[in-house]
Structures are given as C-alpha cells and as structure tokens.
C-alpha cells in the first residue's frame, strides 16, 4: 500500500518560513515526478511546485516563485517544500502527490498518489 505522509505544517506570521516533508512508503519514488498542491478553504486545489526525478526540473506557481524551493531526497524517499517570506494568502492545506511518470507535470488529474495533507496557517 503506497503512502504519502506530509509533516511540518503549522501557524506561522507573515514573513516567516516553513518547511515541508512528505515521506514515501509502498513504493519508491525516486524514477518519478512529485508536486506540491494546496487548497485553500472554498477554493479549487491548485498546483503549487513540481520536481523531476533527479530533482531537476523544478517549476513554481507563480504565486510562490522566488519564494518557495521544491526538492527531494531519493535515498530518504522524502519530497521538501520550503516556504520563506509567507504571506496570509498562503494559508492551506498542502498536499503531496506523486506521479506513476517520471515527466513533470501540473494538473491534479495528473498525479496518480496523494497525501492527506498539513494545514499551513500564516497570521497577518
């Protein structure tokens, strides 16, 4: 059974810096494409970042560019999001997928395994 468990989420004030796991189990990932997604309350999930599988390419929303770093640990089975200078409009659940492809891709439809997600709160 494949799993993906996201961690390091929290409350944060704006400006600070968080940073994300999501740790693989099932299956390894490291021939694969991952991503980051989140969803806000009332909105659509939308994609965040995704990496390749050497951990090249990367690319960001442009929502989080220049503030947001994608990355990944093959040998540890572990996708990395860290989130620097953030602001209350990052408030969400965030969410870890992975993809069976080793491709980088940006839609939901296609990530083929998903965590449950971690609540990131940023106050004003």
């Known amino acids: 059974q494949v799993q993906l468990v996201e961690s390091g989420g929290g409350l944060v004030q704006a400006g600070g810096s968080l940073r994300l796991s999501c740790v693989a189990s099932g299956r390894t990932f490291s021939s694969n494409a991952m991503g980051w997604f989140r969803q806000a309350p009332g909105k659509e999930r939308e994609f965040v970042a995704t990496?390749?599988?050497?951990?090249?390419?990367?690319y960001y929303a442009d929502s989080v560019k220049g503030r947001f770093t994608v990355s990944r640990d093959n040998a540890k089975n572990t996708l990395y999001l860290q989130m620097n200078s953030l602001k209350p409009e990052d408030t969400a659940v965030y969410y870890c997928?992975?993809?069976?492809?080793?491709?980088?891709?940006?839609?939901?439809?296609?990530?083929?395994?998903w965590g449950q997600g971690t609540q990131v709160t940023v106050s004003s």
């Open positions: 997928a992975g993809r069976t492809g080793s491709l980088v891709r940006f839609t939901r439809s296609d990530y083929d395994y």
């Open positions: 990496i390749g599988w050497s951990g090249m390419p990367t």
